[in-house]
């Protein structure tokens, strides 16, 4: 387009990169004047860090990243605002086949509910340590990760140390299912379509979508730079209203094979259409020998209010970098942690508003453990396990 505002911005090859593909490949963003140049990366860090020193305008940023760079946590402090949520779910949790079977062989119930797993896990650990074996070894995407935390609160739940008695270790998304095919790691949690591609090649098993851990769990954001915001208003608001547009076209089932063929291109996410048709329509092969689990709230890309940003999501990863001794526990902290959500500029470029349900969750969270979470009482929601590390 003529004039338009070009913008540099960069993803990772996931499912809730969605809203930002199809708002550049179906044109939503030129027809707001924005020239958009996409940028396929492999991790986090480099997302971090290209965004933050300014090779990047915005970003597909996993969320507590976002938050942590507000904060200054293991990296420079480098203010970051996200106006648009690109995806609320998405994740799940594989395991190879052995460690299903174990699982499974001494769970006192059905292990599609995550309370009879985890505490199914921490027999299978309890077992591996009496014989003297390596502990188990799980791959998460990032320090500062909703896989990571995931991971933790699923585990932590059912008596699993995850610092203590399982390896946690970082792995770019792409990378999780070589690793797992390689027997470097016995399960991994990741955004789709990667736990698929493994329940396809038959080296792991989808033992549970996050949905079924946390009912409502922020996962992606559109990030800026708190600076470019503040010096570009007006593109920040037509970049928002194009990927508003991009999630209400996503949203629509009959869409849904446009959606894929557009995420399936080999500068996209690079995988088969029919995989990410999966992830879109909530219908997942959760077994190499076929068995489909179906969800109607595996990935929300802009139903139910999910790409408004929710500050109390953010309370909730503050909170579990707190838990997990990423952070101090500090009044300041967790309202620098909320600002990073802005629900108020994600309004300003909407002409109507966008609220959650009353049929979502009441915490917002809707965890499967545990009570209910307030935003506001952190040393509450910490004092209710057994397995903290602040």
């Known amino acids: 387009m003529t004039n338009a505002r070009r913008l540099r911005i960069g993803f990772i090859p996931l499912a809730d990169a ?41 970003a597909h940023l996993i969320a507590p990243v976002a938050i942590a760079s507000s904060l200054g946590l293991g990296h420079v402090k480098v203010p970051i605002v996200a106006p648009f949520g690109l995806g609320i779910n998405g994740n ?11 699982i499974k062989a001494v769970a006192d119930g059905d292990i599609v509910d995550p309370m009879v797993s985890s505490r199914a896990l921490a027999k299978v650990v309890a077992a591996r340590k009496s014989r003297g074996e390596e502990p188990l070894t799980f791959g998460m995407t990032f320090p500062f990760s909703t896989h990571n935390y995931h991971l933790r609160f699923w585990m932590a739940a059912g008596g699993v140390d995850p610092d203590e008695d399982v390896r946690l270790v970082v792995l770019p998304p792409p990378f999780m299912v070589d690793s797992l095919a390689n027997r470097h790691v016995d399960g991994f949690c990741v955004n789709a379509p990667w736990n698929s591609i493994a329940v396809d090649l038959g080296i792991g098993h989808i033992l549970h979508f996050v949905s079924e851990i946390l009912l409502r769990a922020a996962e992606k954001v559109l990030a800026v730079r708190q600076k470019w915001a503040d010096d570009n208003p007006d593109l920040l608001l ?5 990927h508003r547009r991009a999630a209400e076209y996503v949203e629509q089932p009959n869409n849904h094979e446009a959606v894929a063929t557009i995420l399936a291109a080999p500068d996209r996410i690079g995988v088969r259409a029919e995989v990410i ?4 329509d909530g219908k997942l092969k959760v077994s190499p020998q076929g068995a489909v689990r179906e969800s109607d709230r595996y990935l929300l890309v802009g139903r139910a209010a999910a790409a408004r940003p929710d500050p109390a999501q953010a309370a909730w990863l503050y909170a579990q970098m707190v838990r997990w001794g990423q952070a101090p526990l500090s009044r300041e902290m967790l309202a620098q942690a909320k600002a990073v959500f802005r629900p108020d500029l994600y309004d300003a470029a909407m002409s109507s508003v966008d609220r959650m349900p009353d049929s979502e969750p009441k915490d917002h969270i809707g965890a499967f453990a545990g009570p209910a979470f307030d935003p506001d009482d952190i040393a509450g929601h910490l004092a209710a396990w057994k397995i903290p590390r602040q």
């Open 18 to 58: 969605t809203a930002l593909l199809v708002a550049v490949d179906k044109g939503f963003t030129a027809e707001e004047g924005l020239d958009v140049d996409l940028v396929r990366e492999v991790s986090w860090s480099n997302m971090r860090d290209k965004l933050n020193i300014g090779l990047f305008d915005a």
């Open 92 to 102: 799940a949790i594989t395991v190879s086949p052995a460690l299903y079977e174990a």
């Open 238 to 242: 037509r970049l928002t209203r194009a």
């Open 277 to 280: 048709l999966r992830t879109l």
